[in-house]
C-alpha cells in the first residue's frame, strides 16, 4: 500500500482524507431512517467485494483520531468483521467512542455492526454504491462530504468564457472561478454573470457526459423535455466537481438553461490559472444584456426585439 498512514497518527480522518482527495462519500441508512437494521452479512461481503485483492490497513481511531496501526492478517478480516454484529471480536470495543477504520490507497471506511461508511473520490464512492446496488443494500449518497476542507486540496482556477448561441451581436462574458467547484455551483456563479433568473432547469454537456440540475426558484415545468432528450451519461451537478472533467486549455462545453427555451451557451476554458489570492468568481469582460426569462428562445426572443422597434405592427 502507497499511503503512509504513520504520518496521520495523532490526526483527524479528515486530514488523511483531505490529503488524498477523498471528497465524497456514502453511508448505510440505519435502522432509524430505513425502519429496520440491515443485513450485517451482506454488508460485510459487499464491502470485500469492493476491496477485491487491494492492500489494506485497520487503523484504531478514537473519537474519529487515528490512534495506532493494528497487525490483522488479511484472511482473519472478514471474520472479525462479522463479529461486530454480536458486538464481539477485534474490531468491537466497549467504549463508543473506539471504532476500527480499514483505509485502502482510494478510500477510508467504517464497518460497523449493519453498518458502512466510506470516502474516496468520486469515482471510488460510486464504484461501492454499484456493489451495494448488486446486494440490495440501501445508502445514502454518493454525495460531496459537506465538510470538505478547500483549503487543503491543490486548486486551480480557470477563465472561462460563455457565448449565448444564435444571437447576433454576440452575447458573452469572460470569468475567473475556481476548479473545486461542482457544477451546479458553477451553474449558479453563470446565472450570475450572464443575468439570467435562475428559474429553470439546466444541463451541460461535457464531452459525452451529461451534467443535470434544476433551477433554484422551486418550479421546473421544463423538465419534462429530458424525456424526449437523446441517451447519454448522466450525472448530478450538485455531486459533480468542475476539476473532474474540466482539464485542458480550449476545452468547450455545453451550457443549456431553461430545457424548454432552450438557451444554449457554448462555454470555452481560455486559461488555466494558478490558485491566487484574490477573490474569485471575478467577472472580466462581456458585451450585451442576455435575454428576459420565459421569452420563447432565439426566435421568440428576435420576434420581441421587432415588436420593441415596431416592426410588427
Known amino acids: 500500500?502507497?499511503?503512509?498512514?504513520?504520518?496521520?497518527?495523532?490526526?483527524?480522518?479528515?486530514?488523511l482524507e483531505n490529503a488524498y482527495g477523498f471528497t465524497h462519500y456514502l453511508e448505510l441508512e440505519d435502522r432509524f431512517r430505513f425502519g429496520q437494521d440491515q443485513d450485517h452479512k451482506r454488508i460485510v461481503d459487499a464491502f470485500l467485494r469492493f476491496v477485491g485483492d487491494k492492500d489494506i490497513t485497520v487503523v484504531k481511531t478514537d473519537n474519529d483520531v487515528l490512534q495506532?496501526?493494528?497487525?490483522v492478517p488479511r484472511d482473519a478480516v472478514r471474520e472479525q468483521l462479522l463479529l461486530l454484529e454480536n458486538d464481539e471480536g477485534l474490531f468491537y470495543d466497549d467504549d463508543l467512542e473506539i471504532s476500527y477504520a480499514i483505509v485502502g490507497d482510494n478510500f477510508f471506511a467504517y464497518v460497523l455492526s449493519c453498518m458502512l461508511m466510506l470516502s474516496g473520490n468520486k469515482e471510488t464512492v460510486q464504484k461501492m454504491a454499484g456493489i451495494l446496488d448488486d446486494f440490495s443494500l440501501v445508502y445514502?449518497?454518493?454525495?460531496?462530504?459537506?465538510?470538505?476542507?478547500?483549503?487543503m486540496?491543490?486548486?486551480?482556477?480557470?477563465?472561462?468564457?460563455?457565448?449565448?448561441?444564435?444571437?447576433?451581436?454576440?452575447?458573452?462574458?469572460?470569468?475567473?472561478?475556481?476548479?473545486?467547484?461542482?457544477?451546479?455551483?458553477?451553474?449558479?456563479?453563470?446565472?450570475?454573470?450572464?443575468?439570467w433568473e435562475n428559474y429553470h432547469a439546466y444541463e451541460f454537456m461535457v464531452d459525452k457526459m451529461r451534467i443535470?440540475?434544476?433551477?433554484?426558484?422551486?418550479?421546473?415545468?421544463?423538465?419534462?423535455?429530458?424525456?424526449?432528450?437523446?441517451?447519454?451519461?448522466?450525472?448530478?451537478?450538485?455531486?459533480?466537481?468542475?476539476?473532474?472533467?474540466?482539464?485542458?486549455?480550449?476545452?468547450?462545453?455545453?451550457?443549456?438553461?431553461?430545457?424548454?427555451?432552450?438557451?444554449?451557451?457554448?462555454?470555452?476554458?481560455?486559461?488555466?490559472?494558478?490558485?491566487?489570492?484574490?477573490?474569485?468568481?471575478?467577472?472580466?469582460?462581456?458585451?450585451?444584456?442576455?435575454?428576459?426569462?420565459?421569452?420563447?428562445?432565439?426566435?421568440?426572443?428576435?420576434?420581441?426585439?421587432?415588436?420593441?422597434?415596431g416592426s410588427i405592427a
Do not use: N
Open 212 to 309: 443535470e440540475g434544476e433551477g433554484g426558484a422551486g418550479y421546473c415545468v421544463d423538465l419534462m423535455w429530458r424525456d424526449f432528450q437523446s441517451e447519454a451519461k448522466t450525472e448530478s451537478a450538485r455531486t459533480t466537481m468542475v476539476r473532474e472533467l474540466l482539464k485542458k486549455e480550449k476545452q468547450k462545453f455545453i451550457y443549456e438553461y431553461d430545457l424548454g427555451d432552450c438557451w444554449r451557451h457554448t462555454v470555452v476554458v481560455e486559461k488555466i490559472l494558478p490558485k491566487g489570492d484574490k477573490q474569485c468568481p471575478v467577472l472580466l469582460d462581456g458585451a450585451r444584456t442576455c435575454p428576459p426569462e420565459d421569452a420563447g428562445g432565439v426566435y421568440g426572443y428576435q420576434e420581441l426585439l421587432e415588436i420593441r422597434e
Open 1 to 15: 500500500m502507497s499511503m503512509d498512514i504513520s504520518k496521520f497518527i495523532g490526526k483527524g480522518h479528515r486530514d
Open 153 to 195: 486540496m491543490p486548486q486551480q482556477r480557470l477563465q472561462l468564457k460563455i457565448m449565448l448561441e444564435g444571437i447576433e451581436p454576440k452575447i458573452w462574458r469572460r470569468f475567473v472561478v475556481d476548479d473545486f467547484l461542482t457544477f451546479h455551483e458553477l451553474h449558479q456563479i453563470i446565472q450570475m454573470v450572464m443575468g
Open 140 to 151: 445514502v449518497g454518493p454525495e460531496l462530504r459537506p465538510d470538505v476542507d478547500i483549503a
Open 68 to 71: 495506532e496501526v493494528v497487525d
